[in-house]
């Protein structure tokens, strides 16, 4: 059985060799549609690998008290409703008042975007983003220090004036030299340097690690600024208590926002893993359009491999008419040009998941996504070549085991 396979297998390529041309033509047209659909996927599969490592480190564990929901603000026929920003007063009443067990709570804003932070001689571009943070904001951001160590509540309580970096200062900024304990300044004030976070890498084109945080009190004192938006972020240390957390969360910014019971919320709590959840979902919408493109294009693969195997088939009238004339079985010929088929198919499946492969890594690294082996796409490529190849190349195969021996060996 195994010769036999490997007979056909030699037949086959031998047959491709004497029709090469029509051969790679046929094989670039399956290519093509392979490429197409392993190109979106692997982008797809780059793109929820970014997410799922830029969020995960946040945990599913966590929410946030927002001024909007995630999703955008309705602007179709209602009347777009304005909900007042997460005042500081606001942040901190419901800090004193949400004293639900196995919970932390921290109170953060970002004071500006475009600090130029200085140390000795050396400055940085006017692009580093001050954060004023409180002693649970590290660990409820899924923030790590790898050198130093993070605020404590003295510091926080104290108005000290200390600072935690990110991991570009130790490259641009702190060169060659441990950054512990070294004055930094902002806007004139001098920070001592008690901590260094590990490397995050950007966010969507925006660094991570160009961040320095220092205690509330202090950027609000230093930064000023109308209608700031404060981030309450809550964590809870057991999982299966989020959802009462975050029920009791809900009461108590109602009550902090002084709203009668048959009032809608004007502010929203929403769980870390609901953003995730709902950005993913969009993705379901790419895959299938990848889908829905490379079924497209695969369909006039079909068809033209079939038209190739037909013309294979009258051309090679005469060679089928010997073969049958010394003993050769209808399986055996169907089998051979089957084989013929297949062979072409999986070639252009594999030449389609080398170059959708290569284009997807090329645009992932272009727009800085995570990129990843797309093990699903591969798979999905060459199903859908052997799909191809068996609807292909079933009709020829059936049609050359049916002809007669003696009208084909009259055939010129």
């Known amino acids: 059985m195994l010769g036999l396979f490997r007979e056909n297998v030699k037949i086959a390529l031998g047959s491709i060799r004497t029709q090469l041309l029509r051969t790679i033509l046929t094989v670039l047209i399956i290519a093509i549609g392979i490429t197409a659909l392993v190109a979106i996927l692997t982008l797809v599969s780059a793109f929820e690998n970014t997410l799922s490592k830029d969020f995960a480190s946040m945990g599913s564990n966590t929410f946030f008290i927002n001024q909007y929901e995630n999703s955008t603000r309705r602007n179709g026929g209602e009347r777009e409703k304005i909900n007042p920003t997460i005042t500081y007063t606001d942040a901190k009443a419901f800090k004193e008042i949400f004293n639900y067990p196995f919970t932390h709570t921290s109170v953060s804003f970002t004071a500006t975007s475009t600090a130029e932070v200085k140390f000795e001689t050396e400055k940085t571009d006017p692009e580093a983003s001050v954060l004023g943070v409180d002693e649970y904001f590290m660990p409820n951001s899924g923030l790590k220090i790898v050198k130093g160590r993070n605020f404590t509540r003295f510091d926080i309580e104290n108005n000290s004036y200390v600072c935690v970096l990110g991991s570009d200062f130790e490259k641009k900024l702190l060169k060659d030299i441990n950054p512990i304990d070294k004055t930094i300044s902002i806007r004139g004030a001098k920070f001592k340097v008690i901590g260094i976070l590990e490397e995050k890498g950007s966010t969507f084109g925006n660094s991570q690690d160009m961040r320095v945080m220092i205690p509330i009190q202090v950027a609000r004192t230093l930064f000023t600024a109308p209608n700031i938006n404060y981030t309450t972020s809550v964590m809870v240390e057991k999982k299966e208590l989020l959802s009462n957390a975050v029920d009791n969360a809900m009461i108590a910014m109602r009550k902090v926002r002084k709203l009668s019971p048959i009032e809608d919320a004007n502010f929203s709590v929403s769980r870390s893993d609901d953003l995730i959840n709902k950005i993913l979902g969009i993705t379901q919408y ?100 052997f799909i191809v190849a068996i609807v292909s190349g079933s009709y020829p195969a059936v049609k050359a085991a049916k002809l007669d021996p003696i009208e084909a060996l009259r055939y010129e």
């Open 286 to 385: 790419l895959g299938l359009s990848a889908w829905f493109i490379g079924i497209i294009t695969i369909f006039g693969s079909s068809i033209a491999l079939m038209n190739i195997m037909l013309v294979s088939v009258t051309e090679r009238t005469r060679e089928i008419g010997v073969r049958k004339a010394l003993g050769a079985k209808k399986s055996t010929i169907a089998i051979q040009f089957f084989m013929e088929t297949l062979v072409i198919g999986q070639l252009g499946g594999l030449l389609g998941i080398i170059l959708g492969i290569l284009i997807g890594y090329g645009i992932a690294v272009l727009i800085e996504f995570e990129f990843v082996i797309p093990w699903l796409a591969i798979i999905a490529a060459f199903v859908v070549s």
